[in-house]
T-cell receptor
Framework: AQKVTQAQTEISVVEKEDVTLDCVYE???????LFWYKQPPSGELVFLIR??????QNEISGRYSWNFQKSTSSFNFTITASQVVDSAVYFC???????????????FGTGTRLLVSP | ETGVTQTPRHLVMGMTNKKSLKCEQH?????MYWYKQSAKKPLELMFV???????ENNSVPSRFSPECPNSSHLFLHLHTLQPEDSALYLC???????????FGSGTRLTVV
């Protein structure tokens, strides 16, 4: 069964602190994709990153970085020097549907609410 | 704007009403999805359309009726809903040749 676990329900930090959001996944597939999405109060889901199962290189994009470790089935997300605008709910998701079938399925974690105070 | 437009943004309806949610994308994507997001629950996939054909229906009650008249438009027709159906309903689309969704801003539905 496909499953994504985000054990941290809510995290509160003060601006400029670093914060790591945890994501652990379960899948029997050898080929899969992992995603992080941000959901601000307005409601839309904003795509942050996609990582395929064969690429374990860590990625950095500005203040965001991602640590993918297949050995522990984890795909953690770190925000460096957090800002108030980072306050949102962050979702980790697992894609397990083959693209050739014409559509995709995403299994989402329950999300982590990040509150960054000034 | 995200490329996927949902209307209305907010909807309040009585249990005997009939209403429709609309989703529109002009990204050239071939698949469209309805998700339900209830408070403190994971996003739940409701329906999937691929090239206007419904390919997935995740045991959704019949009071929710989807319609996909063409690859750019997706509707969710609502009738005789229950208060527990109050949630954020998100539409998404995806392309054929790469992984990843584009989500709309959602319709926040309240059933009274």
């Amino acid at each position: 069964a496909q499953k994504v676990t985000q054990a941290q329900t809510e995290i509160s930090v003060v601006e400029k602190e670093d914060v790591t959001l945890d994501c652990v996944y379960e899948t029997r597939d050898t080929t899969y994709y992992l995603f992080w999405y941000k959901q601000p109060p307005s409601g839309e889901l904003v795509f942050l990153i996609r990582r395929n199962s064969f690429d374990e290189q860590n990625e950095i994009s500005g203040r965001y970085s991602w640590n993918f470790q297949k050995s522990t089935s984890s795909f953690n997300f770190t925000i460096t020097a957090s800002q108030v605008v980072d306050s949102a709910v962050y979702f980790c998701a697992l894609n397990y549907q083959e693209l050739l079938k014409g559509f995709q399925k995403l299994v989402f974690g329950t999300g982590t609410r990040l509150l960054v105070s000034p | 704007e995200t490329g996927v437009t949902q209307t209305p943004r907010h909807l309040v309806m009585g249990m005997t009403n009939k209403k429709s949610l609309k989703c529109e994308q002009h990204l050239g994507h071939n698949a469209m999805y309805w998700y339900k997001q209830s408070a403190k629950k994971p996003l739940e996939l409701m329906f999937v359309y691929s090239l206007e054909e419904r390919v997935e229906n995740n045991s959704v009650p019949s009071r929710f009726s989807p319609e996909c008249p063409n690859s750019s438009h997706l509707f969710l027709h609502l009738h005789t809903l229950q208060p527990e159906d109050s949630a954020l309903y998100l539409c998404a689309s995806s392309p054929r040749d790469s992984y990843g969704y584009t989500f709309g801003s959602g319709t926040r539905l309240t059933v009274v």
